[in-house]
């Protein structure tokens, strides 16, 4: 079964950027997605992307993060500028919908 593994979080200022990779082997032809959990709320998605590169946003995060894959290397990128402090939380990969196991995910917090 496909185990994801997320990296590249860490703690920034408001207004910072951070890029997590999501290597994923076996997601080749899935819709992946990146999804985040906030301390206390449920798990959400916030952008997703099919094999073709055919992308998709929360409002939450449009406009300030881009997801992009490789393919070849089966990993998924969030790349996340503009941040704030509302989008501290754990952020994980998984397809969509989520059928792979979950990672351990990577936290991102975002001082004010």
């Known amino acids: 079964q496909v185990q994801p593994v997320e990296s590249g979080g860490g703690l920034v200022q408001t207004g910072g950027s951070l890029r997590l990779s999501c290597a994923a082997s076996g997601s080749a032809f899935s819709i992946m997605g990146w999804y985040r959990q906030a301390p206390g709320k449920e798990r959400e998605l916030v952008a997703t992307?099919?094999?073709?590169?055919?992308?998709h946003y929360a409002d939450s995060v449009k406009g300030r993060f881009t997801i992009s894959r490789d393919n070849a290397k089966t990993t998924v990128y969030l790349q996340m500028n503009s941040l704030k402090p509302e989008d501290t939380g754990v952020y994980y990969c998984?397809?969509?919908?989520?059928?792979?196991?979950w990672g351990q995910g990577t936290q991102v917090t975002v001082s004010s």
């Open positions: 998984n397809s969509d919908p989520s059928s792979f196991r």
């Open positions: 992307i099919t094999r073709g590169g055919s992308t």
